[in-house]
């Protein structure tokens, strides 16, 4: 009988811990951790193009912008819940296939958010603070519903993505200066082709899901093609102004110049064939192209 009793008690214990653990995958997966930390090391890349070198103060910016970031993915989960079980990439996360329910989910969501703005709020300051609660909040409030609406989603989903390396640049300095806004404009841009990309491999699976996000109505046509190569090429450009603004020297300007143009490659690929395989080159150069530009300011 005591023998019995142990094995019972031990498949308990047993299936508790394997619940918590299920449970604890949940929450992970809710934050979209690897798409969070790369925003966070944004929001470090622009405290430290500002002057930050203290690495516990580049370890706690980016504990900061995952915190917050993690929390927008989370809302957007939490909201997009019954479109996500429309499509087959998303119909496994933890919300559509009823992991979490939605209380569990909201409050998470919330506690995360609140640590994080309060951990840039206190170690850093409130300026700084105040973006990540304007990022979050149009994120989860606007970009979310919008993009049922209109591909002008992509545009308004483009202005909290592009605010880490601009908070990271407020979180040192206290203010907004032309430099921070510089790095805003960068990953601003780069949004475009990257999110355009994206939606062209997944169009069916955003159509059956009623998501608009490809820049035209005539879906994968020349005209679209021909925007994303167009928001694509503005990143050549672009280059000039930093180097006019001292945030990089020449060997920083030719670099930065250099990637965009084999950035426009794929892009132009893209519009002269409008396959879903050059659509794929397209979205492999924007994973590569943006830590890219990043390494060539620091070091530029």
């Known amino acids: 009988m005591i023998s019995n009793k142990t094995t019972e008690h031990t498949a308990l214990a047993t299936t508790g811990l394997t619940g918590l653990k299920e449970k604890a995958s949940s929450y992970f997966q809710l934050l979209k951790f690897r798409l969070s930390l790369l925003v966070a090391l944004s929001a470090t890349f622009g405290y430290a193009m500002a002057g930050g070198s203290s690495w516990l103060h580049l370890l706690l910016m980016g504990v900061g912008g995952l915190l917050i970031t993690g ?19 998303t119909a496994a996360r933890p919300m559509p296939s009823e992991r979490l329910r939605t209380g569990e989910a909201l409050g998470f ?15 850093f300051n409130l300026p700084a603070a105040l973006l990540g609660i304007i990022g979050l909040l149009m994120y989860a409030f606007v970009y979310t519903p919008m993009k049922q609406v209109s591909p002008f989603a992509v545009f308004v989903g483009a202005i909290p993505g592009a605010l880490p390396p601009l908070i990271g640049w407020v979180a040192f300095t206290g203010q907004l200066d032309p430099g921070g806004w510089l790095l805003f404009a960068f990953q601003f841009f780069w949004q475009f082709p990257h999110f355009w990309a994206i939606a062209w491999v997944l169009d069916e699976d955003y159509k059956r899901a009623g998501f608009r996000l490809l820049p035209s109505h005539t879906g994968k046509s020349r005209f679209s093609a021909l925007l994303i190569l167009i928001y694509t090429a503005c990143l050549v450009p672009l280059a000039l102004f930093p180097y006019k603004a001292g945030l990089v020297a020449l060997p920083g300007l030719l670099a930065l110049m250099l990637l965009g143009l084999l950035f426009t490659i794929p892009a132009m690929q893209l519009y002269l064939r409008r396959q879903d395989a050059m659509a794929k080159r397209l979205m492999f150069a924007s994973f590569l192209y943006l830590p890219a530009i990043q390494l060539a300011f620091l070091l530029g």
């Not at 929390?71 to 990439?89: C, G, V, W, Y």
């Not at 969501?109 to 170690?123: D, E």
């Open 71 to 89: 929390a927008s993915n989370a809302l957007n989960q939490l909201f997009e819940k019954e479109t996500d079980k429309l499509m087959k990439r």
């Open 109 to 123: 969501a919330l506690l995360v958010a609140a640590a994080g703005i309060a951990l840039i709020g206190y170690v």
